[in-house]
């Protein structure tokens, strides 16, 4: 045998002395029950595989986790994709800052200080209220979950800040950002799938309201919540990478046809707070654009009057979930549309009416979200839906408002720590659109718009900290990754004075020539 395919015959030697193990393993456990200690090894097993690529495009993945809406069901507490890839990712960006001395997180301490904060009130809050309990985990106290969300949002801002998105890259990174979010649609299927499909609905939960009729059966009232929440990703996917400017002056009749197809997906899930929401990002960032200094806004204004004459006299003729999502406007609609919104109002307004003199109590040290075994217990009863709101409400913490969701779990020291991350969080992201890149112009609007959107709506429509603090992290993380940190104003350029030139000549002195 020659000599010179050595190295081929030991490379050769390798594959199959960790291929044919591999085969070997993988049979077994496809002959195995389907359990969730074989889907577990599974995991690992494809994790072992795919370590290569984690190590080469964490990143890339980390930004295309967050609305991607698989969870790992095998998993203790079924948790979403993008808490296990906040864990890859900062571990790897970790291990690599520990053997490079030259790589380096990106540095916005106006934003690191505020989340470290706020991550401090958060384990002194579990500390003394009960601990991080987590009943998927055998423990005798519950309500972990919330806990775990919060923190793992504050971590990925750190992971996702570990490095810059590179300028040639970053229309992938958007798409990977938003589109994914098209996914939560597949758990809308839930009711028009056969059983045997079942498996899909594991990793992508159902997401739909008013659904459980029969099997392949659908209530007429059935609110597509992922497939509303599919149209919101794409409206927000078409204002971060094209602008309001680029998609409706860009000249290309493509861009209105899909954003119109996205924006006829959003009342399919029924909610008010979708309709509201995407109006006022886009309004924030039509002005932050300028447009309404152009011809496009009294374009924008006749297509709204146009509209408006369309919609009024076939309201009450939409489909259930259109209606309800347009209930809060002054329009006819049908009689269960109008009841179902005002009772969801009115559910809303009790439930603060009870809570809000609960506050005072609670500004020291709040309640966390430690549950005792016996409240679990009430919780997991059949009886638990038939309890007041009042006891519902002090069990689950669902208080269906941003600042109570704040105030009562952490107190004011919870308060304290959300103000300041919030300012911090506006003067970086006006900084980065105000001075960013011009490559960058369009994203960092959106940035900013979503910012501020996302701060009204949680204030005074709709939050929880306990999801929304992710949320804004995320946000202000994208962000740094885009600008490589926080852009400043540049000092004025000095001018170059011509030493030469400013340097008065001076004239020999004139003589009369009869004196020289």
């Known amino acids: ?169 970053l229309g992938f990174y958007i798409c990977a950002y938003f589109l994914t979010g098209c996914t939560l649609a597949i758990g809308d299927l839930a009711g028009h799938l056969p059983s045997s499909m079942n498996i899909l609905f594991a990793l992508f939960p159902p997401s739909g309201y008013d659904m459980e009729t029969a099997p392949g059966m659908v209530d007429f009232h059935a609110r597509y919540n992922g497939l509303g929440r599919l149209g919101v990703a794409g409206f927000y996917f078409m204002l971060a990478r094209y602008g309001v400017r680029g998609v409706l002056l860009g000249g290309k009749p493509w861009r209105w046809m899909v954003f119109g197809l996205f924006c006829a997906a959003i009342p399919f899930g029924g909610f008010r707070s979708f309709i509201i929401g995407c109006g006022l990002i886009f309004t924030i960032q039509f002005f932050l654009e300028g447009l309404h200094r152009t011809v496009a806004m009294p374009l924008f204004i006749m297509g709204g009057l146009v509209a408006a004459v369309l919609l009024i006299p076939f309201a009450d003729r939409l489909p259930y979930t259109f209606q309800r999502s347009l209930a809060f406007l002054p329009l006819k609609l049908s009689t269960a549309a109008r009841m179902d919104a005002e009772g969801s109002s009115d559910w809303r307004l009790e439930i603060w009416r009870y809570t809000y003199p609960k506050v005072p109590q609670y500004l020291l040290l709040g309640r966390g979200y430690a549950l005792s075994k016996d409240q679990l217990a009430m919780a997991a009863s059949q009886n638990f839906k038939y309890i007041s709101t009042a006891e519902e409400v002090d069990i689950t913490g669902n208080y269906h408002s941003g600042p109570l969701s704040v105030l009562i779990p952490f107190g004011a020291w919870g308060v304290l720590a959300l103000l300041w991350f919030w300012i911090a969080g506006v003067r970086v992201l006006y900084n980065n659109y105000r001075y960013g890149d011009p490559a960058c112009r369009v994203i960092n609007t959106y940035l900013f718009a979503s910012f501020v959107c996302s701060i009204i709506l949680f204030l005074f429509l709709f939050g929880g900290i306990e999801n929304d603090l992710a949320a804004f992290a995320v946000l202000l993380g994208f962000s740094v990754s885009v600008n490589g940190g926080v852009r400043r104003r540049m000092p004025a350029p000095v001018p170059v004075v011509d030493q030469a030139a400013a340097t008065p000549q001076v004239r020999p002195h004139f003589q009369p020539y009869f004196q020289r």
């Open 1 to 169: 045998m020659n000599s010179n395919n050595t190295p081929a015959l030991i490379r050769s030697l390798i594959i199959y002395a960790v291929c044919i193990p591999l085969a070997v393993w993988i049979g077994y456990l496809l002959a195995a029950p389907a359990d969730r200690a074989t889907f577990g090894y599974a995991g690992v097993l494809a994790l072992i595989i795919l370590t290569p690529i984690l190590l080469r495009w964490h990143h890339f993945l980390l930004v295309a986790s967050w609305n991607f809406s698989m969870t790992i069901f095998f998993l203790p507490g079924s948790p979403p994709v993008w808490l296990l890839m906040t864990a890859i990712s900062l571990g790897i960006s970790v291990l690599h800052r520990a053997v490079n001395s030259r790589a380096r997180f990106l540095s916005a301490p106006a934003i690191t200080w505020p989340l470290l904060f706020f991550f401090a009130v958060v384990l002194g809050t579990a500390h003394l209220t009960g601990g991080i309990g987590l009943h998927s985990l055998g423990g005798d106290v519950s309500g972990g979950k919330h806990y775990i969300t919060i923190l793992f949002g504050i971590l990925f801002y750190f992971a996702l800040t570990a490095q810059q998105i590179p300028p040639k890259w």
